[in-house]
């Protein structure tokens, strides 16, 4: 698989030579730059990125990023990228989730629980992995996890801290939703402060890729060093 170079406009003219089937860079917009064409929306208002380019990010405070329908299997094999900078922890909050009809607990998701963000791939204990939150650029932490059927092998900067036999659902279109304003998955009900509530964090680069990456590729995505050219 082919690696994309560090500038952000050689990644968006060279998107259809790798395996990306999703790519959102939110430089201003949320648009997907790979072939499948998912564009999104949102309702927040972008952000400077890891290296303090304005417009570079999402940061969410009260609202949420949706995309459209990005076809591929949550249980075949598969590489998911992304940037987070967390700016508070809410006990229960989604942080990215990946649904099939917006099906509840039983979708793969970056959930808040006890000041720690973890994997799960559903509401059991034993289905879900555990994300050491090591700031690596500006307070930005790379998080990427491939996935071979079941066994899932977690990235953290670039590092690889644990590989895991998940059981992931079969699907055939995702929706790819950032923040956790509006989900309604999330209501408990006589729960005073319900976990619909947003998250607080800020997102980018978010990146999947139908084929599951090599960790000289991993090491790339990962480093925080900053693009080749000023021009976004």
């Known amino acids: 698989m082919t690696i994309l170079s560090c500038s952000k406009e050689e990644q968006t003219e060279n998107v259809e030579e790798s395996n990306l089937i999703a790519h959102f860079n939110f430089d201003g917009n949320v648009l997907d730059h790979s072939q499948t064409g998912a564009h999104g929306f949102t309702n927040q208002q972008p952000s400077s990125d890891r290296f303090g380019t304005p417009n570079s990010s999402l940061k969410f405070s009260n609202g949420y990023f949706r995309s459209g329908n990005i076809p ?6 598969y590489t998911f990228s992304m940037w987070m900078k967390m700016n ?43 994300i050491p939150q090591t700031p690596s650029c500006n307070g930005w932490t790379h998080i990427l996890y491939t996935v071979n059927e079941t066994i899932t092998k977690l ?12 059981n992931w659902p079969s699907t055939q279109n995702i929706e790819l939703t950032l923040g956790n304003a509006g989900n309604s998955c999330f209501v408990r009900p006589m729960v005073q402060n319900p976990y619909k509530q947003p998250s607080r964090v800020m997102i980018d680069e978010v990146r999947i890729y139908s084929g ?7 090491t790339l995505l990962s480093s925080c060093q900053p693009p080749k050219s000023n021009v976004k």
Not at 95 to 108: D, H, I, K
Not at 155 to 166: D, Q, R, W
């Open 212 to 218: 599951i990456l090599s960790q000289s590729e991993i």
């Open 88 to 130: 508070g922890y809410d006990e229960g909050q989604a942080v990215m989730e990946l649904t099939e009809n917006r099906q509840c607990n039983s979708n793969p998701q970056f959930w808040i629980h006890q000041s720690s963000v973890y994997l799960a791939t559903s509401s059991q204990s034993q289905n879900r992995m555990r």
């Open 72 to 77: 591929f299997n949550l249980r075949g094999q």
């Open 155 to 166: 990235y953290i900067n670039g590092i690889l801290v644990e590989t895991k036999s998940l």
